[in-house]
């Protein structure tokens, strides 16, 4: 199979020429605050989900993004999961829209690769917030898998 | 070219400008920049082209444009257009001759679009409400009536008590753009007053009078909000007060019950004629 034909989100790209426009290495903070972080082994009546802006990640974009720690965790609180491996998909749902209605989340952000199969996350987190009794707004963003931001938008529910 | 100079005109008020050197206002119009209708007009040029969030080689054109008109002996460069990827979407540049994409708003400034589609529903009304208006009839005095109602409780109280309370808390209130918007509401109040004041009078000359100047008002208000504020704030408030703004929205908004859907459905009725 050559590198432009199948799925887009195993299809090989080789990106390492790349490498020699890249900035120095140096020490960036974490802004992770809290622990664990996997969609499964979160429970939305954790304290640092009370009244949060939540981030929802597709497993593959923090290693997409060279700045998601600055940029995109800080001040947020986090849950992660693959739209396209994951199974028992539907825990996740009712874990989201717990995060709506019982966490009472500020803001829900939702970042997703932009290859086909990560739209399901956000096919996900819009059908729980429309099943939750709660109303939030929900963000989404399109990470390339060049790291760049394809999109950043407010999602209609 | 000293930056000096061209930094004085940068802090005037634009209808100084425009007063000033006509032509600027052709120039703003073609970036489809509506400071030429505006009925203050004292926001400052930088605000006025900051504000627009243009592309960033249209405002460089436009600048040196503006500045050429200015200081007409002065060597200005105006440089030629580089698209860069990541920063203007080919839509959205004036320089293509293209029209701007559609707007897209957070939630909470959606609804405030939203509500504005209902009040311009009702400013549609309007012209044949003042020529058909018989203000012997009992009918038609209720019809200014609940009008009036109209634009106080939904316009004034539900809509711009948003605003004023909750949205525009999130920002310096010394700002000449919401100085502008402030300035309109208090306007349409007035209007709104010598409405009522004229009814009690009999006096259909004045009420037709300030309900076109009302409706002539409001058009240009929800047209500035809808077109530059909105857009502008919604890229100036972070994530975090994006989600307070819209909880604090519907806080307001269960204060009023079904006050909204109420006059929604007088509209509709308005619209049908009954």
Redesign the interface.
């Known amino acids: 199979m050559g590198a432009l034909e199948g799925c887009p989100g195993s299809r090989m790209v080789d990106m390492r020429k790349k490498e020699a426009e890249g900035t120095p290495a140096v020490d960036v903070a974490s802004q992770l605050r809290q622990w664990p972080i996997q969609l499964h082994l979160v429970g939305p009546s954790a304290p640092y989900y009370q009244g949060a802006?939540v981030l929802l990640s597709a497993d593959c974009v923090a290693y997409a993004l060279g700045d998601f720690h600055p940029k995109y965790l800080k001040?947020k609180s986090i849950a992660i999961a693959c739209p396209k491996l994951d199974e028992g998909q539907e825990v996740y749902e009712e874990k989201i829209k717990s995060l709506i209605d019982d966490a009472k989340i500020?803001?829900l952000?939702v970042m997703i690769m932009e290859v086909p199969c990560c739209m399901g996350l956000l096919t996900l987190a819009k059908q729980a917030a429309a099943s939750a009794k709660r109303?939030?707004?929900i963000?989404y963003l399109v990470v390339g898998v060049q790291g760049?931001i394809i999109k950043d938008?407010?999602a209609?529910? | 070219m000293n930056i000096k100079m061209i930094e004085e005109y940068l802090n005037k008020g634009i209808k100084d400008v425009i007063k000033q050197f006509p032509p600027v206002a052709d120039i703003l119009n073609e970036y489809k920049i509506g400071c030429t209708t505006c009925g203050v007009g004292t926001c400052l040029l930088k605000d006025i082209v900051q504000i627009h969030n243009l592309p960033a080689e249209d405002e460089e054109i436009l600048m040196a444009r503006i500045t050429k008109i200015i200081y007409p002996d002065q060597e200005v460069k105006i440089p030629t257009v580089k698209k860069k990827k990541e920063q203007v979407r080919p839509e959205d540049s004036l320089s293509e001759g293209k029209k701007p994409s559609e707007i897209k708003y957070s939630p909470p400034m959606k609804r405030l679009v939203d509500e504005h589609t209902l009040i311009k529903r009702w400013l549609a009304f309007i012209p044949a409400m003042v020529n058909n208006l018989d203000i012997k009839s009992e009918k038609d005095r209720r019809l200014i009536l609940a009008g009036v109602d109209f634009i106080r409780s939904y316009a004034d109280k539900y809509h711009h008590a948003k605003e004023e309370e909750i949205l525009f808390k999130y920002f310096d209130p010394n700002l000449d753009i919401l100085k502008v918007i402030h300035q309109d509401h208090e306007t349409g109040r007035g209007y709104v007053r010598l409405i009522v004041d004229a009814l009690d009078k009999q006096d259909s000359k004045t009420i037709a009078e300030n309900l076109n100047a009302y409706k002539e008002l409001l058009t240009e208000h929800i047209k500035k909000e809808d077109e530059i504020l909105y857009p502008w704030m919604d890229r100036n408030l972070s994530t975090t007060q994006t989600g307070e703004l819209f909880s604090k929205f519907n806080n307001s908004d269960k204060q009023f019950g079904d006050a909204p859907k109420n006059y929604e459905a007088f509209i509709a009725r308005l619209e049908k004629g009954a």
């Open positions: 802006d001040g500020n803001t952000t109303k939030v707004p963000k760049e938008e407010w209609t529910n």
